[in-house]
């Protein structure tokens, strides 16, 4: 139906830089938010960023001023450039797609599998 895929994730030394990519796929009408969450062992997922079709963004406030959410509406992808990276960053990051289902005109959440993000201190 609508395939989400992320890419991007990696091995990286404090204060370096990753740039994760995520492409939604499938029975698309349209798509509002795109956000990343990431799930850190032991706890709970949590919101990073999002941004809507609109283009406004919303920063979790561990990562204001160090990531970066962007969007290519017409190609239906997001992107989360990080900075300065931290050791607390270290997590499986995910992809997530708010999407208007072609044909079925039914809204709905879709997830992709995860990139592992490593930042080493």
């Known amino acids: 139906q609508v395939q989400v895929v992320e890419s991007g994730g990696g091995l990286v030394q404090a204060g370096g830089s990753l740039r994760l990519a995520c492409a939604a796929s499938g029975s698309i009408l349209r798509i509002d938010d795109m956000g990343w969450y990431r799930q850190a062992p032991g706890k709970q997922r949590e919101l990073v960023a999002r941004?809507?079709?609109?283009?406004?963004?919303y920063y979790a406030d561990s990562v204001k001023g160090r990531f970066t959410i962007s969007r290519d509406n017409a190609k239906n992808t997001v992107h989360l450039q990080m900075n300065s990276l931290k050791p607390e960053d270290t997590a499986v990051y995910y992809c997530?797609?708010?999407?208007?289902?072609?044909?079925?005109?039914?809204?709905?959440?879709?997830w992709g599998q995860g990139t592992q993000v490593t930042v080493s201190s």
């Open positions: 997530n797609a708010v999407v208007i289902v072609r044909d079925i005109f039914t809204r709905s959440a879709f």
């Open positions: 941004i809507s079709s609109g283009l406004v963004t």
